[in-house]
């Protein structure tokens, strides 16, 4: 008996011990060792780049390797922890990735909406607020001991430029401006900077954001055509004002610790391979100093699947050489050495990489002794899954719903006259839809049909079909439910099996039968009914658009842990809807076109229509931009808003005259400091129509008054949200900058400010603004 019980003491002793461990987080130079102490890379006094340098000198070659992949091996004689470089925090604090656990005293964290939705906010503000949110859940899980990195690689701000792509629930849209002002609010916010930036400096990092997927990344898997292999052509035209202005504006102003080079080749060079793009252009032009990770694999495709190496050793020297820091996998692990026998890499490139790793690293705290006796460290669990930043969520997926229909205002239903509804659809009654992909486990799991079921008694639910892809459909039972309620819901939509990474969708109508459910179901009842599309891409639902039996549809993207109440509130009207779609919605027809084709602006020789708002040509289902309220609104340009630009007014840039005899200047020539100078400010008088209060977002749009070749049929220049009580108007100013809001790119890729006479537009209302030198 004694022996039992002296072994159960010591195992009861042991689990005491290795649970105090599994709470400590991990870090370097601990002021208990005598060992480590004394080092200089441990000297918090110092600058870190002399700290990093100490490091680096005290590495051998072989530990110098070690660190230059995702799961960098602890380094024991100069106490150095195993690090994890791969964590995801994509719209929350996710288990997708190695960094993070859940398996501690923290079990959940703070799911918000996917971010297709949140831009639909175009709401900078709550961008940030999000992005902090994570940021403090990030930390908390960290000082928990439940992390083994703190480098989180989200931001996704790639261009949702095909409707067919799986990522594009990702993004927070088409629009190169909304994408790259929400890349610097989320940067912001999870680094610990303040909203206006400025306030972090070099030295200090809550949690590290990494701007990927560089550069002209968006087609997963299409037809066989896979990303790893995809060789996009795109012209510097569309580089200029398409696909680099997010990520050139996530360095420049958000300060982003971290970049992803892109598993495809541009123009025939793998992204990680390009030495252009990463040290010429990110470094050298818009000065990022942080780390280049590679997305996983993306070093070993360049010799497996590309072929455009000729050897392991090649593809190691080509992407070290091209500036890239750390690499997703065990490529480099295993080749690196001989890759410096073969003299395909020196040892100095080794460094390099070195240099940019242990730098965010030390900026992030780890290096200065227990992290929760730092700056950060007083960050606990209370913070995650706390009341804010539920309400946040809330928040959030309240304001991107948007309303696309509502026929004799069908909504919002009388909480008090709604007697029984009938909850029908695929998606009513599953909470792991509403999350989208890259999500953590959220702190509750509350579907549509439960939040609905909040606001009566008589709610009655049939899925109607076995699943999203609806092979089969139980049309009969669900029209039988149509006919015995007052009201119908249909939760509908698309869902992981449908769109995600690693697949593309080929069409962009409904899945299986879901059409025939919702016609056939709208049909028979008793009232026109509500429809709900659940879904990251754009569906063409042009049958229901223009259906009367449908009375309102609304989209809700993937809205996160409180998507279903959220959903709810706005039915029955706790909540008036303002979200507007940040992409266009085509219709099937576009599948037509190859999702390989990059190029954004219509050709008339080959009827190729172009793509996103700024130059698509053909039929839309809904607009970029679009989006009903339970209010009208009505704006009017201030009458002292300036009427006529002079370019030239500040110095004497040489205006040149393109060969379409339209005379432009270029920005460039124009210089930072003219460029300034041009700024002015434009207001608008906006008023609420409408019985209830309401968050509106405000969308500033440029517009040439003739369509020009090769420019942007109109451009979105700014955008604020406002929130106005029944009867209530405010201004909303907007400073516009010329060189920015007025250039577009030209052939060569040049951003050139044209003369001419264009249109400042809010919804209808239009303000004249002529150009000239």
Same mark, same amino acid.
């Given at each position: 008996?004694?022996?039992?019980?002296?072994?159960?003491?010591?195992? @009861?002793?042991?689990?005491?011990?290795?649970?105090?461990?599994?709470?400590?987080?991990?870090?370097?130079?601990?002021?208990?060792? $005598?060992?480590?102490?004394?080092?200089?890379?441990?000297? %918090?006094?110092?600058?870190?780049? =002399?700290?990093?340098?100490?490091?680096?000198?005290?590495?051998?070659?072989?530990?110098? +390797?070690?660190?230059?992949?995702?799961?960098?091996?602890?380094?024991?004689r100069?106490?150095?922890?195993?690090?994890?470089?791969?964590?995801?925090?994509?719209?929350?604090?996710?288990?997708?990735?190695?960094? +993070?656990?859940?398996?501690?005293?923290?079990?959940?964290a703070?799911?918000?909406?996917?971010?297709?939705? %949140?831009?639909?906010?175009?709401?900078?503000?709550?961008?940030?607020?999000?992005?902090?949110?994570?940021?403090?859940?990030?930390?908390?899980?960290?000082?928990?001991?439940?992390?083994?990195?703190?480098?989180?690689?989200?931001?996704?701000?790639?261009?949702?430029?095909?409707?067919?792509?799986?990522?594009?629930?990702?993004?927070?849209?088409?629009?190169?401006?909304v994408?790259?002002?929400?890349?610097?609010?989320?940067?912001?916010?999870?680094?610990?900077?303040?909203?206006?930036?400025?306030?972090?400096?070099?030295?200090s990092? =809550?949690?590290?954001?990494? #701007?990927?997927?560089?550069?002209?990344?968006?087609?997963?898997?299409?037809?066989?055509?896979?990303?790893?292999?995809?060789d996009?052509?795109?012209?510097?035209?569309?580089?200029?004002?398409?696909?680099?202005?997010?990520?050139?504006?996530?360095?420049?102003?958000?300060?982003?610790?971290?970049?992803? #080079?892109?598993?495809?080749?541009?123009?025939?060079?793998?992204?990680?391979?390009?030495?252009?793009?990463?040290s010429?252009?990110?470094?050298?032009?818009?000065?990022?100093q942080g780390?280049?990770?590679?997305?996983?694999?993306?070093?070993?495709?360049?010799?497996?699947?590309?072929?455009?190496?000729?050897?392991?050793?090649?593809?190691?020297?080509?992407v070290?050489?091209?500036?890239?820091?750390?690499?997703?996998?065990?490529?480099?692990?295993?080749?690196?050495?001989?890759?410096?026998?073969?003299?395909?890499? %020196?040892?100095?490139? +080794?460094?390099?990489?070195l240099?940019?790793?242990?730098?965010?690293? !030390?900026?992030?705290?780890?290096?200065?002794?227990?992290?929760?006796?730092n700056?950060?460290?007083?960050?606990?669990?209370?913070?995650?899954? $706390?009341?804010?930043?539920?309400?946040?969520?809330?928040?959030?997926?309240?304001?991107?719903?948007?309303?696309?229909?509502?026929?004799?205002?069908?909504?919002?239903?009388?909480?008090?006259?709604?007697?029984?509804?009938?909850?029908?659809?695929?998606?009513?009654?599953?909470?792991?839809?509403?999350?989208?992909?890259?999500?953590?486990?959220?702190?509750?799991?509350?579907?549509a049909?439960?939040?609905?079921?909040?606001?009566?008694?008589?709610?009655?639910?049939?899925?109607?079909?076995?699943?999203?892809?609806?092979s089969?459909?139980?049309?009969?039972?669900?029209?039988?439910?149509?006919?015995?309620?007052?009201?119908?819901?249909?939760?509908?939509?698309?869902?992981?099996? =449908?769109?995600?990474?690693?697949?593309?969708?080929?069409?962009?109508?409904?899945?299986?039968?879901? =059409?025939?459910?919702?016609?056939?179901?709208?049909?028979?009842?008793?009232?026109?009914?509500?429809?709900?599309?659940?879904?990251?891409?754009?569906?063409?639902?042009?049958?229901?658009?223009?259906?009367?039996?449908?009375?309102?549809?609304?989209?809700?993207?993937?809205?996160?842990?409180?998507?279903?109440?959220?959903?709810?509130? +706005?039915?029955?009207?706790?909540?008036?809807?303002?979200?507007? @779609?940040? !992409?266009?919605?085509?219709?099937?027809?576009?599948?037509?076109?190859? !999702?390989?084709?990059?190029?954004?602006?219509?050709?008339?020789?080959?009827?190729?229509?172009?793509?996103?708002?700024?130059?698509?040509?053909?039929?839309?289902?809904f607009?970029?931009?679009?989006?009903?309220?339970?209010?009208?609104?009505?704006?009017?340009?201030?009458?002292?808003?300036?009427?006529?630009?002079?370019?030239?007014?500040?110095?004497?840039?040489?205006?040149?005259?393109?060969?379409? $005899?339209?005379?432009?200047?270029?920005?460039?020539?124009?210089?930072?400091?003219? #460029?300034?100078?041009?700024?002015?400010?434009? %207001?608008?008088r906006?008023?609420?129509?409408?019985?209830?209060?309401?968050?509106?977002?405000?969308?500033?749009?440029?517009?040439?008054?003739?369509?020009?070749?090769?420019s942007? @049929?109109?451009?979105?220049?700014?955008?604020?949200?406002?929130?106005?009580?029944?009867?209530?108007?405010?201004?909303?100013?907007?400073?516009?900058?010329? #060189?920015?809001?007025?250039?577009?790119?030209?052939?060569?890729?040049?951003?050139?400010?044209?003369?001419?006479?264009?249109?400042?537009?809010?919804?209808?209302?239009?303000?004249?603004?002529?150009?000239?030198?």
């Amino acid at each position: 008996t004694f022996s039992l019980l002296l072994i159960t003491l010591t195992y @009861l002793s042991l689990l005491f011990i290795s649970s105090s461990i599994a709470i400590q987080p991990p870090f370097a130079c601990d002021t208990s060792n $005598s060992l480590t102490k004394t080092f200089p890379f441990c000297k %918090t006094s110092l600058p870190i780049n =002399q700290r990093v340098h100490d490091l680096i000198s005290r590495l051998t070659l072989d530990e110098k +390797i070690s660190q230059l992949v995702n799961t960098a091996p602890s380094i024991p004689r100069l106490g150095i922890p195993r690090y994890e470089w791969w964590s995801e925090a994509l719209h929350g604090v996710s288990y997708t990735g190695r960094g +993070i656990r859940f398996n501690g005293t923290i079990h959940f964290a703070t799911s918000f909406p996917q971010i297709i939705l %949140t831009a639909a906010t175009f709401d900078a503000q709550l961008w940030y607020r999000i992005g902090r949110a994570i940021g403090i859940e990030a930390r908390a899980v960290y000082n928990a001991g439940q992390a083994n990195g703190m480098t989180f690689w989200a931001p996704n701000i790639n261009i949702f430029r095909d409707p067919r792509w799986g990522r594009g629930q990702e993004t927070p849209g088409e629009d190169p401006m909304v994408t790259g002002k929400y890349a610097v609010s989320y940067v912001r916010g999870i680094q610990g900077d303040s909203f206006q930036g400025g306030k972090l400096g070099d030295e200090s990092l =809550q949690a590290s954001a990494c #701007c990927k997927h560089f550069t002209a990344y968006d087609l997963d898997n299409w037809k066989n055509t896979t990303r790893y292999v995809f060789d996009a052509r795109v012209t510097v035209q569309d580089l200029a004002d398409t696909y680099q202005p997010p990520f050139r504006r996530c360095v420049e102003e958000g300060k982003a610790s971290g970049i992803m #080079c892109a598993y495809n080749r541009v123009n025939g060079i793998p992204s990680c391979a390009d030495y252009n793009l990463l040290s010429k252009t990110a470094r050298g032009l818009w000065g990022f100093q942080g780390y280049i990770t590679s997305d996983c694999d993306a070093v070993s495709i360049i010799y497996d699947a590309q072929g455009y190496a000729k050897s392991p050793e090649d593809a190691v020297g080509d992407v070290l050489k091209a500036g890239m820091d750390v690499n997703c996998g065990s490529y480099l692990q295993k080749h690196t050495k001989s890759a410096v026998q073969k003299k395909k890499v %020196t040892e100095n490139d +080794i460094d390099r990489a070195l240099t940019n790793l242990f730098s965010i690293r !030390m900026r992030l705290g780890l290096f200065n002794g227990n992290p929760v006796q730092n700056p950060f460290g007083n960050i606990g669990s209370v913070e995650v899954c $706390s009341q804010e930043h539920q309400d946040i969520a809330l928040e959030a997926a309240r304001n991107g719903i948007v309303l696309l229909k509502n026929l004799a205002k069908l909504l919002p239903l009388s909480k008090t006259k709604t007697k029984a509804i009938g909850v029908i659809g695929p998606n009513a009654n599953v909470a792991l839809t509403l999350l989208g992909n890259y999500a953590g486990p959220p702190c509750k799991s509350i579907t549509a049909l439960q939040a609905l079921q909040r606001y009566t008694e008589n709610a009655y639910y049939h899925p109607g079909c076995d699943s999203v892809a609806c092979s089969s459909a139980s049309i009969g039972e669900a029209v039988k439910l149509a006919k015995s309620v007052d009201y119908v819901i249909l939760i509908v939509g698309l869902d992981k099996t =449908q769109e995600r990474e690693s697949q593309d969708r080929e069409e962009l109508v409904l899945p299986g039968k879901q =059409q025939s459910l919702i016609q056939s179901v709208s049909k028979a009842a008793r009232k026109p009914v509500i429809l709900v599309i659940m879904s990251g891409g754009p569906v063409d639902i042009t049958f229901a658009k223009y259906d009367r039996n449908i009375g309102s549809i609304l989209w809700v993207g993937y809205p996160g842990e409180a998507g279903g109440v959220a959903l709810a509130e +706005i039915i029955f009207g706790d909540h008036n809807p303002g979200g507007r @779609l940040p !992409m266009t919605w085509y219709p099937q027809a576009f599948t037509k076109i190859p !999702m390989t084709d990059m190029r954004m602006r219509p050709d008339t020789v080959s009827s190729y229509p172009g793509r996103t708002y700024r130059f698509y040509e053909g039929r839309k289902v809904f607009k970029f931009g679009y989006g009903l309220s339970y209010s009208t609104y009505s704006y009017k340009f201030h009458p002292v808003n300036k009427k006529q630009l002079y370019l030239n007014q500040y110095g004497n840039p040489e205006a040149v005259q393109s060969k379409d $005899s339209v005379r432009y200047l270029s920005v460039s020539e124009m210089g930072t400091e003219n #460029c300034e100078k041009l700024k002015y400010s434009t %207001t608008i008088r906006v008023k609420n129509l409408g019985e209830m209060p309401g968050k509106h977002p405000v969308l500033l749009f440029i517009k040439p008054s003739q369509n020009r070749p090769g420019s942007p @049929l109109k451009q979105l220049v700014g955008f604020q949200s406002v929130q106005l009580k029944a009867g209530e108007r405010a201004d909303v100013e907007f400073v516009l900058s010329p #060189c920015e809001h007025l250039s577009r790119a030209n052939e060569a890729g040049l951003m050139v400010m044209e003369e001419g006479s264009y249109f400042l537009a809010v919804g209808d209302e239009k303000s004249q603004l002529t150009v000239s030198f």
